[in-house]
């Protein structure tokens, strides 16, 4: 009998796709009065399956909707060398200029996988302070 058998490969899943994920958000600020674009922040958290991993959201294509849905990709790089396989909570966030200021849902998937569709992403404005204003 051995105390310390490991899972077989087959049993894991995707681990680089997390085991669960949570605390999903996502907001378009608008610099009102300005020509710059619209920023989208997206934050999340998934449980990857041991420390030391890098994760990232690389943005999709949008629906033709409006306004329109976007398309994430989660991607997952492991970390180098021995680590403890200890379930880690690990934080992503994704920070762009956007061309839309309104965004009805964010669909993130990891493989063939859907991980989160974000229903509600919050639109904030925000006015422009020029040099010399209060």
């Known amino acids: 009998m051995n105390a310390c058998a490991t899972y ?7 681990s680089s796709c997390g085991y669960d994920s949570r605390d999903w958000q ?16 997206i934050t999340g958290e998934v449980d990857m399956p041991t420390p ?14 409006q306004p329109p ?3 994430f990709r989660l991607e997952a790089e492991g ?5 403890t396989q200890v379930i880690t909570p690990t934080k992503v966030r994704y920070e762009a200029p956007t061309p839309y200021s309104d965004i009805r849902e964010i669909i993130i998937t990891c493989g063939d996988e859907t991980l989160v569709t974000i229903d509600n992403v919050r639109k ?3 006015e422009t302070t020029r040099v010399g204003q209060r």
């Open 8 to 14: 077989p490969e087959d049993n894991l899943g995707s």
């Open 79 to 83: 970390p180098d060398g021995i680590v």
């Open 26 to 41: 996502a907001e378009t600020l608008t610099i009102v009065g300005s020509d710059a674009q619209s920023t989208l922040t």
């Open 52 to 65: 030391g991993w890098s994760l990232e959201l690389i943005e999709g294509p949008a629906d033709r909707m």
């Open 69 to 71: 849905g976007l398309r």
């Open 124 to 126: 904030k404005m925000r």
